[in-house]
């Protein structure tokens, strides 16, 4: 027997349609609901990495750890990770399938349509409900052909659909009310609700607003959410990273750790946990005014190393981090960033960009060569030097997504990675300039291991104690998000929609 489905769309991208399905799942489960979620198609470089290797969106991952079930691959079938303004690589059920412009991967919709319903049937015959996100909005009239993702899904398992509109960016009315109508009849008859998510103040003073939009639709409002502050999970949205780089003032009192956000910025949730300590401040600036002088420079990961290496030298984020690493500041480059801090990269298969070769900032005693197979791996892996003032030996747990193959000239590498896929490995990883002021490695998610992140805040001077565990503040927030839904939502109402 198939399971049951529930739709989420929203009114537009951002409008917190994530949220909302990660705070249904946890709700769900705790019924003792056996709960997936669906994405059929995402568009984020903040991707997550299953126990077989597979990569999915960031989203689809923490939706799975809140129905308290495996993240799949097949919860996330397509995966579109931008490389430049209208090209993308396209992650097919957990594994790189091609790089397309947005004119020729229209041309792909038949195949992958498929895929997407052979994983959402696989889905439905191994649990009891599927909540289902779409993406953007499902009245894009001059992409609605070629849909994948929202009501083409929606009819294809005949799902009652929550249509969510966003109240604190205004127009709540027009974003409701025009999208239903823009809706086709068939269409239009999966709606069983509205959502108004983000609302700020008094609640009751929006009871006019509520009594508008059902008479007006014939559609009942399940639900008004407020706006939730100091959420601490995930973004999936690297718009998120505008928004933080215009509140990115700090404390004198505070560790400055300044990441570089460039284009192609990718996993900026490794610095999630930083965010979570006191008496620390994580800026994300795209402009070398915002550089200031803070404690540490980060070169995060990237989808596109090579392009935005060459965005650093036309912005001077280059020359601003040499001359800052020459005068003893702390520099620390993971993944693509790890590659940028070395002498030289190679492509010369192409498989980032039509550059054979470009210089690094020669920060590392480094080289890079692309290769055309992608790492993709949970990992553990232990610390073998002491020069960042931690435990050698000390196990870290972490995960990779590059392409390229980093080799150490002359120096010596900081961790050895003991396992991929829950298989045993002997893999070296990561080095340190001989000044110690500078180094990189390919393990993303380092600093959520709380040992090795309070050890090397103390090396940048913190000097606050703390008892934050990064994987319990993540459960929390689920639960507190669940909570806020379970109470702002006629669950009732829900419950005989999917019923």
Known sequence: MLSKTLMVVGTMSSVGKSFLVTGLCRIFAKKGVKVAPFKAQNMSNNAAVCKNGGEIARAQYLQALACKTEPLVEMNPVLLKPEKDSRSQIVVLGKVWNSLEAKNYYQKKQELWNVVRDSLDFLRKRYDLIIIEGAGSPVELNLKQNDIVNMAVAKYVNAPTLLVGDIDRGGIFAQ????????????????????????????????????????????????????????????????????????????????????????????????????????????????????????????PGTKSTILDLLWMRQTGFDKLVLDYASSGGKVVGICGGYQMLGKKIYDELHTESDIDQVDGLGLLDTVTHFKKQKSTFQIKAKVLNSELELKVEEILIGYEIHSGITEVLNGSYLFQIIQRNLEPVFILDGTMNQKGNVWGTYIHGIFNNDAFRRNWLKTLGWKHSSEIEYEKTIENSIEKLADVIQKSIDMDKLIKMIQ
């Open 176 to 299: 409701l009310l025009g999208t239903y109508w823009l809706l086709e009849e068939d269409e239009r008859k999966l709606v069983k609700g509205f959502v108004v998510n983000k609302f700020r103040g008094d609640i009751e003073l929006f009871k006019d607003g509520i009594t508008i939009l059902e008479n007006r639709s014939k559609v009942p409002v399940l639900g008004v959410i407020p706006y939730l502050k100091d959420l601490l999970l995930p973004e999936e949205d690297g718009a998120i990273i505008d928004e933080i780089a215009k509140n990115s003032e700090f404390k004198k009192d505070q560790i400055d750790i300044c990441v570089i956000a460039y284009p192609h910025i990718s996993n900026f949730d490794d610095f999630d946990a930083l965010k979570m300590e006191s008496g620390v401040k994580v800026r994300f600036i795209r402009s070398i005014e915002n550089f200031k002088n803070p404690d540490v420079v980060v070169l």
